[in-house]
């Protein structure tokens, strides 16, 4: 199962990246976050993990498997049955730059997840796109 969401900046592609790549920093402008703590400090690189722990969801470890610096990166979350992979993609359009995320779901479990959280991960991933947009606009 595959949950998306897109939203234009009226910002540069490096602000974007700036605000969307430092993760530590998202609970200040996503009220889905509670906390997001990564276990070595420093930019995020192939490698990375971090605790992310979200309002009516169990914590989680992610892992950055995929890195391009100023245009994505894609990291995994992982429990018996279930894989989870976010992806975090900064796109330049004739419109402006684009702020995309993506949340793939794969496993045995994961029609179950998709039954019991799905409105509430496409819910998320709108607040936090609209929460992005928010932070970047009106610094």
């Known amino acids: 199962m595959r949950f998306e969401s897109a939203i234009t900046i ?9 605000v969307f790549s430092d993760v530590e920093r998202w609970p ?3 009220e889905t976050f509670e906390s997001v703590e990564l276990t070595e400090p420093g930019p995020l690189k192939v490698g990375s993990r971090a605790k992310i722990k979200q309002p009516k969801l169990p914590a989680s470890v992610w ?9 994505y990166f894609v990291w995994v979350s992982r429990s018996p049955g279930m894989r989870v992979t976010g992806g975090h993609r ?3 359009t ?3 730059t684009v702020a995309r995320s993506t949340i793939d779901q794969e496993g045995l ?3 179950l997840l998709s039954r019991l959280t799905g409105k509430l991960t496409s819910r998320y ?4 796109a609209q929460g992005l ?5 009106q610094a």
């Open 94 to 96: 004739p419109d402006g």
């Open 28 to 30: 200040e402008w996503a």
């Open 133 to 137: 947009k928010a932070r970047i606009e």
């Open 109 to 111: 479990f994961s029609p």
């Open 10 to 18: 009226d910002a540069s592609p490096q602000r974007v990246w700036e």
């Open 90 to 92: 900064v796109e330049v």
């Open 125 to 128: 991933l709108t607040l936090e």
């Open 63 to 71: 892992e950055v498997t995929e890195l391009v610096d100023g245009e």
